[in-house]
């Protein structure tokens, strides 16, 4: 492992082909953790390539334990497993609580036609409102650290917020006709 601590010097360095060593050295055990926590093989490579993401952002003050980033990288790699499916749960729980119309081809195709109907709303707005939405809605971020992502103060992206909320409301209302879309400017 002698000479894993000195590519590990060499990366803390900005040596690229030190981490790329490093990367060969030990993502297939990265990658395998991720497999078997998720049990999807693209997931698996997200969550891979992010856990050495994370190890070359963070390079400066991570340190060896027992002479290797390994132990580093599997702790990273349990915890953006975890986020990633607590995200994937906000969002079948955001798609199954969104109104719908009983459809006589079953749940499975209500749901894909929600999820895509959503989607495809979601693409019709601005790409900053598209991401305040997703950072606030599925992955719970407050308002202000959505803001702080997107490049834009907390009052003007509660604005903003609000707008993308009315629009996809009246755009999705037709899911479930009894809910009322809320119209800008309209009283509740």
């Known amino acids: 492992m002698d000479d894993e601590d000195e590519l590990w010097q060499r990366a803390r360095r900005d040596d690229g082909a030190a981490f790329a060593a490093l990367f060969d050295l030990h993502h297939a055990r990265?990658?395998?953790r991720a497999l078997a926590l998720l049990g999807?093989?693209?997931?698996?490579d997200d969550i891979a390539a992010a856990a050495f993401f994370e190890l070359w952002r963070k390079r400066r003050s991570v340190p060896l334990v027992s002479g290797s980033v390994l132990?580093?990288?599997?702790?990273t790699t349990v915890n953006l497993s975890r986020n990633s499916r607590r995200g994937t749960a906000r969002?079948?729980?955001?798609?199954?609580?969104?109104?719908?119309?009983?459809?006589?081809?079953?749940?499975?195709?209500?749901?894909?036609?929600?999820?895509r109907r959503l989607t495809e709303a979601l693409g019709r707005l601005a790409p900053?409102?598209?991401?305040?939405?997703?950072?606030?809605?599925?992955?719970e971020l407050p308002?202000?650290?959505?803001?702080?992502?997107?490049?834009?103060?907390?009052?003007?992206a509660r604005v903003r917020l609000h707008r993308a909320r009315t629009?996809?409301?009246?755009?999705?209302?037709d899911l479930n006709p009894d809910v009322r879309p809320i119209v800008e400017g309209s009283p509740s």
């Open 30 to 32: 990265v990658y395998r």
């Open 40 to 44: 999807d093989v693209h997931d698996a």
């Open 71 to 75: 132990p580093w990288l599997l702790v």
């Open 91 to 115: 969002y079948r729980a955001l798609l199954r609580d969104i109104p719908h119309p009983l459809s006589v081809a079953g749940p499975d195709a209500e749901q894909l036609e929600t999820s």
């Open 128 to 139: 900053v409102d598209a991401a305040l939405f997703v950072l606030t809605v599925l992955e």
């Open 143 to 156: 308002v202000a650290a959505a803001a702080q992502t997107v490049g834009l103060k907390a009052a003007n």
């Open 167 to 173: 629009r996809l409301r009246v755009e999705l209302h």
